[in-house]
């Protein structure tokens, strides 16, 4: 039986200090995380580009039930030939060479709302598409759905997501942000433990968006309609749910790139290997800094 959040904490610090001291690495990552981490990323850029695929054979999203040609669209990405459009509510702007007209590989000018090099297949193929992307839909719900048990189960959330009281204060809120942008960090803590930044951002991510993505692609199909009708009625209609879908998936794109460049800020080479073998190697001047901090108490 595990203890208190504290009582968690202190132990797995006090093995981080043991490691540290031997090695100078410190336990960032277990092996079912890195796995999932590395699989992840590749499904949802399987999805991504195969979604998009699916999206240029009706390049507009509506609210509601109902959406063809005739319906009034909130987002539409259109070209009449020469110049690509693409219209976000009333605003309008020019996307030639990028979304609604650009050329493809071979250097044919192609009308598709978004490109081939974006796409899977690369080519205009709607069945294959849709038969990547609910391939790749079920690999993702069904580990997600392990995970999030085990993660409730096993301690991981009491234990690395949890959000203190003292977390929640602006100056703690701004100091973490500064340390995680930081090359090397300041701290052991810094390395073993989530920041508040981090906490936020895979919450929202494990349990709150991916949870959604899947329920928005289940409403869509009419046979998980018939099943479950409740969740047209959460989502307010297959069209809306088609928007809410991809709406979503243009977040977790906005995830990705934040976490790309804040990787990048803070030290890539570590890590990354710290995402593939579950390792953090601290920089000498941490370790002496720790070394100094033990001494003072």
Known sequence: MTGSP???RDQRDEEATQMLERTGDVKRHHLSTRIWHWFNASALLIL?????MIFNAHPRLYWGEYGSYDDPAWLEIASDGERGNTRIGPLNYDTTGVFGIAKDGEGVVRQRAFPSWATIPSTYDLASA??????????????LLLFMFRALFNGHV????HIRRQEWAPKAIWRDFKNHIRPKPR???DATRYNILQKFS??????????VIILTGLTMSPGIDAAWPWLLDIFGGRQSARSIHFIIAFLLVTFFLVHIVMVLLSGPISQ?????TG???LPADTMVAHSEQEDDQ
Do not use: C, Q
Request: aromatic share 20%; net charge positive.
């Open 202 to 211: 895979y919450i929202a991510v494990i349990f709150i968006l991916l949870p």
């Open 6 to 8: 504290e009582t968690d």
């Open 187 to 189: 701290h052991v803590e």
């Open 272 to 276: 990354i290997r710290a995402m593939i």
């Open 130 to 143: 849709r038969r990547w992307h609910f391939f790749f839909a079920w690999l993702l719900a069904l580990p």
């Open 158 to 161: 009491k234990n690395d997501l």
């Open 279 to 281: 390792w953090y190697r």
């Open 48 to 52: 991504l580009m195969s979604g998009l």
